[in-house]
Nanobody, 127 residues
Framework: VQLTESGGGSVQAGGSLRLSCTSS????????MGWFRQAPGKEREGIAS???????TYADFVKGRFTISHDSAKNTLYLQMNDLKPEDTAMYFC??????????????????????WGQGTLVTVSS
């Protein structure tokens, strides 16, 4: 499985970006997909995750600002980011695991739960 992120860039605080993650696989019937980010000097952290059972979860620091979605027809995962803040500056990664976590929010947001990762797209937010 190969994942490719796009949509990163530089924006001013309060602006918006939409990240996309396309997959080399044709279809996933069972999956958990997530967005993560890593700022310089910090650990990679979970932002949002969506599971094939319909479960969606967000980190508290993005609730109300970011929205995760998946278009199965296009094999594409999205992250709509609104009201961006300078502290959102980071490399953003998508990840996929070919299994469902059936509502286990902690595992959905844990980096170790995912076997497949993209190379990342950089988001820079200036004040």
């Amino acid at each position: 499985v190969q994942l490719t992120e796009s949509g990163g860039g530089s924006v001013q605080a309060g602006g918006s970006l939409r990240l996309s993650c396309t997959s080399s696989e044709y279809d996933y019937s069972v999956y958990c997909m997530g967005w993560f980010r890593q700022a310089p000097g910090k650990e990679r952290e979970g932002i949002a995750s969506i599971d094939s059972d319909g479960t969606i979860t967000y980190a508290d620091f993005v609730k109300g600002r970011f929205t995760i979605s998946h278009d199965s027809a296009k094999n594409t995962l999205y992250l709509q980011m609104n009201d961006l803040k300078p502290e959102d500056t980071a490399m953003y990664f998508c990840a996929v695991d070919l299994r469902s976590y059936y509502g286990d929010y902690d595992r959905m947001m844990e980096t170790l739960s995912y076997n497949y990762w993209g190379q990342g797209t950089l988001v820079t937010v200036s004040s």
